[in-house]
């Protein structure tokens, strides 16, 4: 990942809603969920949700497949995965594992 790609999901990420999406996304796994179901889970009008999944969709951070009239919305955990490790890449001189917790970087590349 590059600074340019990085400070991209940043500011996407910048918002309260679209950070919510995100994690709620994240949380579903591949299955992810449409429109509709993310905007009642999180409580958003539809309106107001298909701006911030553009913005998502744009940054990188979701995919978007169409299911008949619907939208299915997935967390791109990729590059989730490959935000994390660019922030991590030269924690404690180059040796993360140092760093985090155990845990913390075999869950992550368990995602991709």
Do not use: W
């Not at 340019?4 to 709620?24: I, K, M, N, Q």
């Not at 660019?86 to 040796?95: I, M, Q």
Request: net charge negative; charged share 15%; aromatic share 6%.
């Amino acid at each position: 990942m590059d600074k340019t790609t990085a400070t991209t999901v940043f500011e996407s990420l910048a918002s309260g809603v679209r950070l919510d999406v995100f994690r709620l996304l994240v949380k579903q796994g591949p299955e992810g969920l449409v429109a509709g179901e993310i905007a009642a889970t999180l409580g958003v009008p539809a309106t107001n949700l298909s701006f911030h999944l553009k913005a998502l969709t744009q940054a990188g951070l979701l995919t978007a497949t169409q299911e008949g009239r619907y939208q299915r919305y997935r967390a791109h955990i990729a590059l989730m995965v490959d935000l994390i490790a660019y922030l991590t890449d030269e924690c404690c001189a180059g040796h993360p594992e140092a760093c985090l917790p155990a845990g913390a970087m075999a869950a992550c590349t368990n995602c991709a």
